[in-house]
C-alpha cells in the first residue's frame, strides 16, 4: 500500500481524455475496457490502447487504474480470467471492481495486482473495509453517501491499514452508490452492466393539480472544491473526480482546477476563492455538496429547471506556425468575443482573436465549422499545444 496520499484521481472515457487529464494534473486515471466496465455508452479502451496510455502515463510517473466494476451474471464468468489476463500484462497500477468473483479471480490470477473496491460496494464503515482488507484489497472506494463527520473517522480508523478513496465531484445517483434496477424495470437497460439510462433523469407528470412543473427525481452534481481544505487534512489516499462520459473540455477544466487547489493548499495552507470558482465555468448541472454535509431538499434537483449545458468551448489549440496558430474549432466563436487560456502548463490569461483564417487562407469574422481547423492571430501572451480555449 502507497503511502502517499491526496492523489488527484481523474475519469477518462477514451485515448484522448486520458492525455488530457494526465496532462492536465491529474496524478493518476481511471479506464474501462470494452468489457466488464460500467459507463457502456463511453468509448472505452481496447487492450492495445490500455497498453500504451499506461506506458505513457509511466513514463509520467503517474498510474492507471482499469475498472472492472460490473456486478456479474453467470453469462460473465467463463471469459473474465483469460480477459484479466490480457489486461494484467499491460502492466496496469490497479483494477476498481466490485463483484465478488472478479475480485477472487484477480487474486489468484496475479497477485501483485492492487484491488480497489468500487463505491458500487456501498463501503460506509471501518468494519466493512477491514472486511474487504481481508480479502486482499489494497484500497477502499466509499459510498458517496459517507459524509464529512463519517469520513474523519473511518479515515482515522484505517489509518496505515487499508487506503481510502473518496469522491470529489461530478455526478451523484440517488440510489445507493449506483445501486438501481430504475433503468432495468424502465427502459430494459441494466445499470450494473453499464447500460443506466438515466430514469432519474427523465421527467415525470405528478397527479397533482396544485402542482404545474414536471417531476424529476435526480440529485444535483457534486462539487467538493468549496470544501477541499477539510479533506486535504485527512488521510486519505485518493481524491476521485467522476466523469468517463464528460467532454474533454469538462476533463481539463475540472482536473486543472483541483491540481491547483491541492498545490496551493499544499504550499499556502490555503485556496483561493479564484481557483474554486473554476469549477463554475465547466458545470452542466447544479452542483451541491451532495452528502458531505448529510442530504436534504436542497442537493435535489426536484423540477425541470436544471441548467442548460454551457457552450463556451471555443477551440483546442493544434501547434504554431509563425504568428498564427492552427486551432480546431468545438463551438462558434468570432473576433468580437473574448478568449480565456486554461492549461496546467501555465495560468489562465484573457486575450482576443486579431485574424481568423480558413484553410484556404481566406479572413473570416466567424469560426463556424466544429471539427474543421482555423488559423488565428491573438493579441497577447502565447498558447501551447493542447491549450483548451473558451469564451467568457
Not at 33 to 39: Q, T, V
Request: glycine share 2%.
Amino acid at each position: 500500500m502507497s503511502n502517499k496520499l491526496h492523489e488527484l484521481l481523474a475519469p477518462a472515457g477514451n485515448y484522448e481524455k486520458a492525455l488530457y487529464a494526465l496532462d492536465c494534473g491529474a496524478d493518476a486515471i481511471y479506464i474501462g475496457p470494452k468489457a466488464y466496465s460500467l459507463r457502456a455508452r463511453a468509448s472505452n479502451f481496447e487492450i492495445d490502447e490500455i497498453k500504451s496510455i499506461t506506458e505513457y502515463a509511466h513514463s509520467q510517473n503517474k498510474k492507471v487504474y482499469v475498472v472492472l466494476n460490473i456486478l456479474c451474471h453467470n453469462v460473465h464468468l467463463k471469459n473474465f480470467p483469460n480477459y484479466f489476463k490480457q489486461i494484467s500484462d499491460c502492466k496496469v497500477d490497479g483494477i476498481i471492481c466490485a463483484d465478488s468473483f472478479i475480485i477472487s479471480q484477480i487474486s489468484e490470477i496475479d497477485k501483485n495486482m492492487e484491488i480497489h473496491v468500487s463505491t458500487q460496494q456501498s463501503i460506509t464503515n471501518s468494519k466493512s473495509a477491514l472486511f474487504w482488507k481481508r480479502n486482499n484489497a489494497t484500497r477502499v472506494v466509499l459510498a458517496r453517501e459517507v459524509n464529512y463527520e463519517n469520513l474523519k473517522m473511518i479515515s482515522n480508523k484505517l489509518k496505515d491499514i487499508i487506503e481510502i478513496e473518496f469522491f470529489i465531484h461530478g455526478a451523484v445517483c440517488i440510489s445507493y452508490s449506483g445501486r438501481c434496477t430504475m433503468s432495468n424495470n424502465f427502459s430494459f437497460r441494466d445499470a450494473n452492466i453499464g447500460g443506466c439510462a438515466h430514469s432519474c433523469r427523465w421527467l415525470y407528470n405528478i397527479e397533482n393539480e396544485d402542482i404545474k412543473n414536471k417531476f424529476t427525481m435526480s440529485a444535483k452534481d457534486m462539487a467538493l472544491i468549496y470544501d477541499i481544505e477539510k479533506l486535504l487534512d485527512l488521510d486519505i489516499a485518493s481524491f476521485k473526480i467522476e466523469g468517463r462520459m464528460k467532454s474533454i473540455y469538462y476533463i481539463a477544466s475540472i482536473v486543472s482546477a483541483y491540481r491547483k487547489a491541492i498545490n496551493q493548499y499544499k504550499l499556502d495552507k490555503i485556496v483561493s476563492d479564484k481557483t474554486k470558482l473554476e469549477v463554475k465555468k465547466a458545470e452542466n448541472r447544479q452542483t451541491s455538496t451532495a452528502c458531505f454535509y448529510n442530504s436534504n431538499f436542497e442537493q435535489m434537483l426536484y423540477d425541470d429547471h436544471d441548467k442548460e449545458v454551457k457552450q463556451c468551448f471555443a477551440f483546442i489549440v493544434l501547434e504554431k506556425i509563425n504568428d498564427y496558430y492552427i486551432i480546431e474549432c468545438k463551438n462558434n466563436f468570432n473576433k468580437e468575443m473574448n478568449f480565456e487560456c486554461i492549461s496546467f502548463s501555465h495560468d489562465p490569461f484573457e486575450f482576443k482573436i486579431l485574424e481568423i483564417k480558413d484553410e484556404e487562407g481566406n479572413y473570416l469574422d466567424v469560426a463556424n465549422k466544429p471539427s474543421k481547423k482555423y488559423y488565428i492571430k491573438i493579441d497577447n501572451n502565447e498558447l501551447s499545444k493542447k491549450d483548451i480555449v473558451r469564451w467568457i
